[in-house]
Structure formats: C-alpha cells, structure tokens
C-alpha cells in the first residue's frame, strides 16, 4: 500500500509568520480604528438614529473581523506547537495586544443594553439596515440581566487575559507531557490512541502509563481547576447566573430547562444504553466485566487495517456528495488548500478541532490522524464544522457564529453521513457488526460520555462553593460519574481517577460538552427525517438537502426552534431526546440479535 504523506496547514492566507510586518500594520491600525470608533459613537443611545446605530454596527463588524483575524493566527499558530516558547510567547502578547483593544470597545455593547426596550424596537422598524443586525442585538441583550457597572465590566475584561494565563499553563503543561508505553516516549494522543490498539497488553501498558504520568501532575492539575472554578463562581454571583451552567446556556441560546430535560434524559437511559452495550461487548470476549482499558478496545474480529489518508479523503467526500455535492464540493477545498493539519507530532495540540477564523478569511481543521476508522469519523466530523463555517460566514463577523448547541449538528451528520457509507461498501456480516459497534461506541462518548462529563462539571463547581477541592477529591467524583455511566460491565483501577486531567474543556469552556450530546439527539431524529423523505423519492430528497443547507447557511441568526421547525422537530418537546436515543438502543438491539 501506497502511504500518502498527511498534509500540514498553510497559515499564509492569514499571515506570512508571526514576524511579518503585516501584523504589525494591523495591530497599529486597529488601534487608531478603535479609537476613533469610539470618538464617533458616543452613549447613550436612546436617542441616536435607527441608521446612525446600523452605520455603528457597520463599523464594528469591521473592526471585529479584523481583530478576528489576529487573534486566530495566534490561536492556530500556538496549536500547531505548544511547546515552542517563540510561538508561546507570541500568543501572550497578541493576546494581551487584544485584549486592550477590544477593552476600547467593550463601551459599546454595554450601551446598547441601556437602550429602553421600547426605544430600540422604533429604531428597527425605521431602519431596515438595523433591521438586518436584529439577532445579534437579540443575543447582545440576553446579556442585560447579568450586566455589571461599566467600570466593573472594563475591569472584569482586562483582568480576563491574567485568568486566561491559567488556561494557557493547562495547553502547556499537557503539550509536555511524556507517557512512557513499553519503553517509548509518547505524546498524550498518541498514548491515548493506543486504548483502542488490538493487543490487549498494549491497552493495558498504556492506561497505566497515562494514570501513572497524569498522577505525578494531580496537584498542579487540581490546583488550575479549583482556581477556573472559583473564579467562575465569583464573577457568576456577581452577575446573578443561578448556577454555575447558566452562563454557558444563555450564550449558546438554549433554556436551562431544554439543557436540563437532555441531562435528565440521557441518565435515565444510561441503563438500556451504556450498561447494556458493555455488558454485550464483554461477552464478545468472554468475559462478565472488562478492565477500563478495554472499553475502547477493537472487537476480537476486528480488522486492524489503517486507512491511508488518501482512502479517508475519498471516502468522506463521497459521502458528503452522495446527500449534496455542493457541501461536498466546499469540503473539497479544505483539502486542496491545505486547510487542515493533520499528522501528530510533539508540542501539537491534542484532538482535533474546527477553527472557523473571520467571514474574510477561511477555517482551519487541525486533526491527529493515526489511519484508523475512528479517526477518519474525525475527519467527517471536524469537515463538517468547516463546511458549517463557510456557508455561514455570509452571515458577517457578528452573526456568522452558531450558538455551540447547533455547532454541533453538521459535525456530526457529516459523521453519520460517512458510517452509512462505510455500512454501504462493506459486505462481510461480520465486518458490518463491527462497523456497527464502533458506531455505537462513538455515539455513546459522545451522547453517554459527555453527558457524564457535564455531570462531573457540575457536581465540581458545586462542592467548589464549600473550598477548594483536593486531587483525590477530584478522582473521586470523576470515578463515581463513571461508574454510574457506563455501568458495573467495566472494571476501574485507581489511577483512572486522574483521567479528568485530559479533557481540555472543563479548562478551556466550562459546560461546553452537553453540546456533543445535545448535537447527537437532534441528529439521529434529523437524519431519521432526512431517511423519511429520500424514500419518498429524489425530490423529497433534494427539498430536505436544500432546508438543510438553509439550516447551516443562517449561522447564529436564528435560535434552535426557528432553525428546526422546517424538519417538524422541537427540541423544547418532552419525547424530543427519546427520539435521539432510541436511535442508538436500535444498533445496540441489532447487535444483540
């Protein structure tokens, strides 16, 4: 076999390096913009135009996408190597260089809060350019219960790239890090990926390598997370949120009843789902229970073909083209253009994200492709954000940005999308089982897992309240989450209490994970409808391609009821996240038979 050589990113099309002189010109010339937007638009505005206040928004878009474009150089170039301290120091000062910048800015969202409710509906019906920034001022002013004294929110923003210095020692601390696997200096991924290797002794080697490095780190770990978590409950009850999750809701536009109904559902299914499949997949190797190391493991029949990353392009763009060639044909350039990093080396970020830059430029996917079928889900994945992003980006840098609930839903059909036609090609019954159970699998981290995961999130902050947490405490929670979710079929040794260390959102965005979850549900009842209508024919098939498309396109102009009532779908419904579930209990149902 053919290996082809796995591409790395080109970041020119934002800027040459982090030397050029291009970065510099913009930093001097956003300085001199943010200054003289704020001479031009002075509060308060209650009394300024409907187009005066749209030519403001104008403006500020404009500034907002150029100041966009230099933090996400920054952003990529340190992912692309933690370790190296030019690209580390580089980072900290473009991110202190913005954060001054966007504090001369920071007037004019509080001022827009101050505009009498009644005030700002004249100024949109007089102004039909106004009229056009109507979402973004809707999400603006979600925010006006929780608004502080606009001295307090100047301070609150200067002082965030300190908190932030917390975030960047995590990256850091990680990047580093070494796991000793059978002699061999890893890094996290690649350690990580051996969970999923098909020698169990190697499974094995490796999960104790992780538990034993991650525990040497546990107090500098624990000591990062008690310090995000108390400083997010204090600017928490200083604004009014009621819990520690309400913050993430009211950004991601979401009731905290919708994100409490998920929870609550997901765990009362973690029985039929979870406890279920792992009972059935310890029996595949004889056993009643499995050690924790072989959760991830192949099924004994399994192949352990890697896929060259050749096959995986091909398969994922065909499979994007089979449902529509135009999000095909967008996803086609990520990887004509060099828009994706994709092997893994030292000092680069783990996992793999989707980058979305500024509406003016263009995203950037950076992966850790190691050839197997779970990586290549990946890829359909993190393709699917990219996809998202381009088709949004019309909507400009205010709007182009979807709320994190429904960021998550062309991720994830781009995903289901490639399953069905890797399910489609492979013929060999057994083969398909696997196939399957990998699917399950991946539904389960990402419905089940996640799940546990903002559980953990939760029950930290709240004890958090009481003091600080130790270490041990810390494992303890993180065993019991997980011993609740996946149930009594898998077997926990010590050290993978530690394994929380690992999950860089509890640092990165507290409560970001229900996401994943919420993603998955309203894709398997999105796909489900999307089976509906292409059996009734290439029309109805088309129609659902052509909403679904409309669906990406409108970016964060919309909220979740809008976006999906074409489908027929209401995620504020009680029988909603059953829908999603019973999609995964089916597979589990059909392995068992």
């Not at 219960?145 to 923003?157: G, R």
């Not at 600017?235 to 991601?252: H, L």
């Not at 209401?570 to 019973?582: C, E, N, P, T, V």
Request: net charge neutral; proline share 4%; aromatic share 10%.
């Amino acid at each position: 076999m053919v290996v082809t050589a796995l591409p790395v990113w080109d970041l020119s099309d934002l800027y040459p390096s982090i030397d050029s002189p291009k970065i510099r010109a913009d930093l001097k010339k956003s300085a001199k913009d943010c200054a003289a937007f704020a001479a031009s638009y002075k509060p308060p505005f209650a009394k300024m135009s409907g187009d005066k206040l749209a030519a403001a928004l104008a403006d500020y878009e404009k500034l907002q996408d150029r100041l966009g474009k230099l933090h996400s150089y920054a952003d990529l170039v340190y992912a692309s190597d933690m370790s190296n301290p030019k690209h580390a120091q580089f980072y900290q000062n473009m991110q202190e260089s913005l954060n001054e910048l966007s504090s001369a800015l920071l007037f004019f969202g509080l001022s827009i809060n101050k505009i009498p409710e009644k005030d700002l509906a004249a100024k949109l019906k007089s102004s039909k350019a106004l009229a056009h920034y109507a979402p973004w001022l809707l999400d603006v002013r979600s925010y006006k219960p929780y608004q502080l004294d606009d001295n307090l929110e100047k301070l609150l923003h200067e002082k965030r790239i300190t908190t932030q210095s917390w975030t960047r020692l995590f990256d850091e601390s990680i990047a580093r890090m070494r796991f000793l696997v059978d002699g061999k200096s890893l890094t996290s991924a690649e350690a990580l990926d051996l969970l999923s290797h098909k020698e169990p002794a190697k499974r094995k080697s490796a999960a104790k390598a992780i538990g034993a490095e991650f525990e040497k780190h546990k107090e500098l770990f624990a000591l990062i997370t008690n310090t995000l978590a108390k400083d997010k409950a204090i600017e928490d009850q200083w604004r009014g949120f009621k819990a520690p999750i309400s913050s993430r809701n009211v950004s991601n536009q979401v009731e905290d009843a919708v994100v409490d109904a998920l929870s609550q559902t997901v765990k009362a299914n973690y029985a039929q789902l979870a406890h279920r499949y792992y009972a059935w997949k310890a029996k595949q190797f004889g056993k009643k229970t499995m050690d924790y190391w072989d959760r991830n493991a192949p099924l004994p029949a399994a192949s352990d073909r890697k896929i060259d990353w050749a096959d995986a392009r091909e398969l994922v763009l065909s499979s994007y083209a089979a449902f529509s060639p135009e999000l095909a044909k967008i996803g086609k350039k990520f990887f004509d253009n060099d828009w994706i990093d994709v092997p893994t080396r030292a000092g680069k970020a783990p996992g793999a994200f989707a980058h979305p830059t500024v509406p003016s430029a263009h995203p950037y996917l950076l992966l850790n492709y190691q050839g197997k079928t779970r990586d290549v889900m990946t890829l359909a994945h993190e393709l699917g954000h990219g996809v998202h992003q381009v088709l949004s980006a019309k909507q400009g840098a205010l709007m182009a940005d979807t709320p994190l609930t429904l960021a998550e839903t062309a991720s994830v059909f781009g995903e289901m999308l490639t399953f069905q036609e890797i399910l489609r090609r492979e013929k060999d019954a057994s083969k398909r089982q696997y196939l399957i159970a990998s699917k399950v699998e991946d539904m389960l981290n990402t419905v089940v897992r996640q799940t546990a995961f903002c559980d953990f999130e939760r029950q930290v902050h709240d004890v958090r309240k009481k003091g600080e947490l130790s270490a041990d405490q810390l494992a303890e929670i993180w065993l019991a989450v997980q011993k609740e979710s996946l149930g009594p079929a898998i077997k926990f040794d010590t050290e993978y209490g530690h394994y929380w260390m690992y999950i860089p959102h509890f640092i990165h965005s507290p409560f970001y994970v229900y996401a994943y979850a919420f993603g998955d549900c309203l894709v398997n009842s999105l796909y489900a409808v999307y089976q509906a209508e292409a059996a009734k024919g290439a029309k109805q098939a088309k129609a659902f391609e052509q909403k679904y498309i409309e669906m990406l396109k409108a970016g964060g102009t919309l909220r979740h009821k809008a976006l999906l009532k074409p489908f027929g779908l209401d995620a504020s419904k009680a029988d909603f996240w059953q829908r999603g579930l019973d999609v995964i209990a089916d597979y589990i149902e059909q392995l068992e038979q």
